[in-house]
């Protein structure tokens, strides 16, 4: 309890009002003690003067002296203890009062008043209970003659007892006071412990994360402002807190849905922190890695990589490894504690798989139009070199060379259209004519058109439509170019008298066209890139056959641009079947 400090202040208080009532008691009872010895003394000394006029006529017999005292002495109550009488040689003449006792203790006095002085400050031991105090006053005659001296003591034992009185009341009354002091000191204390305790249990939920509560300001001194000042830094920490929360709620975010792996470690490479970015691309759980090493998890994985040192050379700051059927690449940086010391590095392993792969294929994309540009060019130019060098001089070499020529021509013209159209097509800018269709007569219209190269290689086509068909919205001419050029590529690469199969249905939201032949099939290695760009399983037997090695590619872009899917199963030397799935009218908003 006395380590509070309301408790301590209202102890200084008390001893505060106890030295001051000390004082005060000390000063009043020493001044009411003096004054009243002083009064005392004075009116025994006005006694004793009186006694000696009576005695300066009478100091020649002894008797005539005890008689004189013994006059005087009646009626001077209790102020005077005893008085003696000495003649002017100092010799003891008479006695009144008290036991009669040798003043010979007291002679020292005596010799002063002999000499003519009056002595009035003498405090003399008579009795161990009572305080005395002596007068000596010479006897004068008319002509100022020494006749003898007067010893008087004075019992001051009634002043004592008020002087204690005195003191009684004022230990009473400083008792009082502490008491009050006590009382009103705990009040006046508890004005200023309140608010600091109310303060200290503050901060106490402040450390526990409760910033609602705010501390009433009940005063304009330094205990308010103190209030003041804690509201205000509650406010601000709260609103800093805030700020922290937020920007480690953004980072927490940032961090859970990147697309990239993030994996923070110390100085000595163990893990601190990844994100499920980062599992997914070691393809690992989260319980795998705690703790761990990263090293122990690229072993773990067969890795060929491991982190060094952590001195962040150039040489640790990128780099590509291999997991499983993924390319990831790895940069490190460094980051750096409070005192600006690098304390661990950050990891970000970002999956470049498909960025190789588009790298990859745009590669090849400039190789195989440069390719398919250049073969017939050649052929133009060298057909126009050997016109030049004579051969326009025989007609129907001449004319054989120019009906070549002309193939070749339309050959890159329609490589430069179909690029265009997928240039569109990848930036959105093919323009639609989206309408309501009857999907049922595209597919017939497009059986129709396909008959005269169905019957050149004598082969047979049929068609069914299973069920109800529903109407499309979509571009008619951008779907019967897919559907024919489908039915182009079954007819070109199905032999002699092989049979093609067309069929239509619908579920309840969408329509399938499926293209089935039984021609030579397409291995299943070639089966899932046959979609791509100028990819062709066997590319001299395409260009033979007049295809560019676009068709399938823009006729994924425009079925994808209708939102459906176009899709391929094929088992190698019996056959393929194709199917466009389409959404019906009012399943998706195609405007």
Same mark, same amino acid.
């Given at each position: ?48 003067? +009186? ?32 008085? +003696? ?46 305080? +005395? %105090? ?103 920490? %709260? ?66 990589? %491991? ?16 997991? #499983? !059927? ?11 504690? &409070? ?20 790298? #990859? ?31 326009? !001089? ?8 120019? #009906? ?43 059986? +129709? ?18 069920? &109800? ?26 032999? &002699? ?83 466009? %799935? ?10």
């Amino acid at each position: 309890m006395l380590k509070s400090i309301q408790w301590k202040l209202v102890i200084i208080y008390v001893l505060l009002v106890w030295l001051a009532m000390s004082i005060i008691g000390l000063y009043i009872a020493q001044a009411v003690e003096k004054d009243q010895i002083s009064n005392l003394v004075g009116s025994v000394v006005a006694k004793g003067n +009186y006694l000696t006029f009576l005695l300066k006529d009478k100091m020649t017999g002894v008797y005539n002296v005890q008689d004189i005292i013994d006059y005087w002495f009646v009626g001077q109550g209790e102020q005077i203890h005893s008085v +003696y009488i000495f003649n002017k040689s100092g010799r003891y003449l008479a006695h009144k009062g008290g036991e009669m006792r040798d003043p010979i203790e007291d002679g020292y006095i005596i010799d002063r008043a002999l000499k003519g002085e009056v002595v009035k400050d003498y405090n003399s031991v008579i009795d161990l209970k009572r305080n +005395y %105090k002596s007068i000596a006053l010479p006897i004068l005659s008319g002509s100022d003659e020494l006749l003898g001296a007067i010893y008087l003591n004075i019992d001051l034992t009634e002043i004592n007892k008020s002087i204690m009185n005195i003191k009684n009341i004022l230990t009473s009354a400083t008792i009082l006071a502490i008491c009050i002091t006590m009382l009103l000191g705990s009040i006046l204390a508890r004005t200023i412990t309140g608010p600091i305790k109310e303060v200290t249990s503050q901060a106490e939920k402040l450390a526990k994360g409760d910033f609602g509560h705010i501390i009433a300001v009940k005063s304009d001194d330094e205990v308010g402002q103190l209030a003041e000042m804690f509201n205000y830094m509650t406010l601000r920490l %709260k609103s800093t807190l805030d700020e922290m929360y937020n920007e480690k709620s953004k980072i927490e975010t940032i961090l859970t849905y990147m697309t990239d792996g993030v994996v923070a470690v110390d100085m000595n490479g163990r893990i601190l922190h990844a994100n499920p970015a980062a599992f997914k691309v070691f393809k690992i759980k989260e319980k795998e890695i705690e703790g761990k090493q990263f090293n122990e998890i690229t072993k773990e994985l067969n890795l060929d990589f %491991k982190l060094k040192n952590l001195n962040f050379d150039e040489e640790d700051k990128n780099n590509i490894i291999s997991i #499983r !059927d993924s390319i990831i690449k790895v940069n490190i940086v460094p980051f750096k504690n &409070e005192r600006y010391e690098i304390a661990g590095a950050i990891i970000v392993l970002q999956d470049v798989t498909e960025q190789e792969k588009l790298d #990859r294929m745009r590669k090849e994309f400039v190789a195989n139009v440069s390719h398919e540009l250049r073969t017939p060019l050649t052929t133009i130019k060298s057909y126009a070199e050997t016109l030049q060098d004579g051969a326009i !001089d025989d007609r129907d070499l001449a004319v054989n060379f120019i #009906r070549v020529i002309e193939s070749e021509s339309d050959r890159m013209t329609r490589l430069v259209r179909d690029l265009l159209m997928l240039s569109k097509l990848d930036y959105d800018k093919e323009e639609f004519n989206m309408k309501e269709m009857n999907i049922l007569k595209v597919v017939n219209d497009c059986i +129709y058109k396909m008959d005269i190269s169905v019957k050149q290689k004598d082969q047979t086509i049929s068609f069914e439509s299973l069920g &109800e068909i529903p109407l499309i919205i979509g571009d008619k001419d951008r779907i019967e170019q897919v559907v024919i050029n489908i039915i182009s590529n079954s007819i070109k690469y199905t032999p &002699e008298k092989g049979k093609i199969a067309v069929k239509l249905l619908a579920d309840d939201e969408y329509i399938y066209i499926k293209v089935k032949d039984n021609g030579m099939g397409i291995p299943k290695e070639d089966a899932a890139r046959l979609f791509e760009r100028f990819y062709r399983v066997d590319k001299a037997r395409s260009r033979v056959l007049g295809g560019t090695g676009l068709g399938l590619s823009i006729a994924k872009q425009i079925v994808e641009a209708h939102k459906g899917t176009i899709s391929l199963e094929s088992d190698y030397g019996k056959g393929t079947e194709v199917t466009i %799935k389409l959404p019906q009218k009012g399943v998706v908003n195609l405007f």
